[in-house]
């Protein structure tokens, strides 16, 4: 079931927040929150290379203080895959851990070390959020432009997550935020493709082409394709459309009035919110 959601009710979600958002029941309990920062995610000296101490090799934390079974979003910064740096998404709801992730940047980092470093961060999520009070079976992955990239192709394309022992599948969700789905721009440049930046290509670099009726829920975030990246919008529409032909049981997409590439990142944090607390209500009432 894809879900579109018209340009009219964009404003409506955003700036009429109580409606649709998680936010609106916590004021009075609001847990307080801890924040941890530089946790390697790949502690391993003894691995070839030793990135336990690379400084794009860690994560920062923000959970909740008390309590258990918290949902997590993972986040991966924007950047076009060779800068950037990593920091918490602007969801204010206190009662979702946070994990904002750094990973290597080209020219350093070729393939397949990006998206290698990009699964170990949900690896390391799986395997110890849980002693900060998080679900491991209540872990979203989410990113906004290169960021959204990743957490893509970790989350639909199976290879990644297997090479951790674990299963993309376990992910509760998948939020790529004015995310590159056809394969990503620079990608295509690390792999010698010499054609227009427009051209699409759709290998197996490119989220599109793991589309699947078995995936994770996923909700694609876009802003305004009057003023957005070329054809961002239109390759977003069309994997939703796709899942929607394949029989995904739940796909949303918006498309937000009045945002660019730039200012989708930050604007796509009461839909990220309102996302995660849909899928957590559907989860609970599964017999």
């Known amino acids: 079931m894809t879900i579109r959601f018209p340009t009219i009710l964009f404003l409506a979600v955003v700036l009429g927040g109580p409606a649709t958002s998680p936010l609106s029941a916590r004021d009075e309990a609001a847990p307080e929150t801890v924040e941890i920062k530089n946790i390697a995610y790949r502690p391993d000296p003894e691995a070839k290379p030793d990135l ?3 400084e794009r090799c860690q994560l920062d934390l923000r959970h909740p203080k008390g309590g258990q079974g918290f949902a997590t979003v993972i986040w991966f910064h924007g950047g076009g895959l060779t800068g950037g740096k990593r920091a918490f998404p602007k969801i204010e709801d206190p009662s979702i851990t946070l994990v904002a992730a750094g990973y290597r940047l080209s020219p350093e980092a070729i393939l397949p070390d990006i998206l290698d ?5 949900a690896a390391w999520t799986f395997r110890h959020i849980a002693e900060y009070g998080g679900d491991p079976g209540k872990v ?3 990113g906004h432009s290169a ?3 990743l957490a893509a192709m970790v989350g639909m394309d199976e290879r990644w997550m297997k090479a ?4 993309h599948r376990q992910f509760a969700g998948i939020l790529p935020v004015s995310a590159q789905v ?3 721009f620079h990608v295509k440049k690390l792999r010698g493709d010499t054609g227009e930046a427009l051209r699409p290509l759709i290998d197996e670099f490119a989220p599109l082409y793991h589309v699947s009726k078995e995936l994770p829920p996923i909700c694609l975030i876009t802003g305004d394709r009057k003023i957005e990246y070329k054809s961002r919008v239109e390759e977003n529409d069309l994997m939703a459309v796709t899942l929607g032909h394949l029989g995904h049981p739940l796909t949303e997409f918006h498309e937000v009035h009045g945002k ?3 200012s989708i990142g930050p ?3 009461p839909f990220i919110e309102a996302f995660v607390k849909r899928v957590m209500e559907a989860k609970k009432e599964r017999p």
């Open 182 to 184: 056809t394969t990503h």
């Open 267 to 269: 604007a796509s944090a």
């Open 52 to 54: 336990s101490k690379h």
């Open 164 to 167: 951790k022992g674990l299963s």
């Open 260 to 262: 660019d590439h730039g």
């Open 117 to 121: 470093d990009a699964a170990s961060v």
């Open 140 to 142: 979203f992955i989410a």
């Open 147 to 149: 960021g959204g990239y």
